[in-house]
């Protein structure tokens, strides 16, 4: 059948969890249950996954991003493909469905943000037409 990329649906919640793991980030099912409604209800958020067999290999999210400072671009907030699966073209397949959300909504660029030490996916995105546009670092405090 192949694989398929289409928008995430509140059923993926539970096969999602492995996949947000894969980022380090543990996190029981309620949480992914939570996190995927409130994204799904607001129409400047997205979330795709790559599907194959009925199983989820991938998923990006991506927003709209607005500042001050800058025009509106589309911003991917995760990317995850599974181990098992990755170089087969899903990341590509995932980032083209994240910048053609961000077209259909009359954004101009797309951003996104990856971990220091994460070379391979550097590198990945330079073959995507992405350029590195500064380093930073961020700060976080809880409330």
Do not use: N
Not at 19 to 27: D, F, K, W
Not at 47 to 74: C, K, M, N, Y
Request: include cysteine; proline fraction near 5%.
């Amino acid at each position: 059948m192949g694989i398929v990329f289409r928008p995430a649906r509140p059923a993926d919640a539970e096969r999602l969890v492995g996949l947000v793991e894969e980022l380090g980030c543990p996190t029981p099912l309620v949480g992914v249950e939570m996190r995927l409604a409130r994204l799904l209800a607001r129409p400047d958020q997205a979330v795709f996954v790559a599907e194959e067999g009925g199983e989820l290999l991938g998923w990006i999210h991506v927003q709209e991003f607005l500042s001050l400072a800058s025009d509106p671009a589309g911003l991917v907030t995760g990317l995850v493909v599974d181990p098992a699966a990755r170089r087969r073209g899903l990341g590509r397949g995932l980032i083209g469905a994240a910048e053609d959300w961000s077209r259909a909504r009359g954004l101009t660029s797309s951003r996104l943000r990856a971990r220091v030490a994460r070379k391979g996916a550097h590198a990945f995105y330079q073959r995507l037409g992405y350029t590195l546009a500064k380093e930073q670092l961020q700060f976080r405090k809880q409330l």
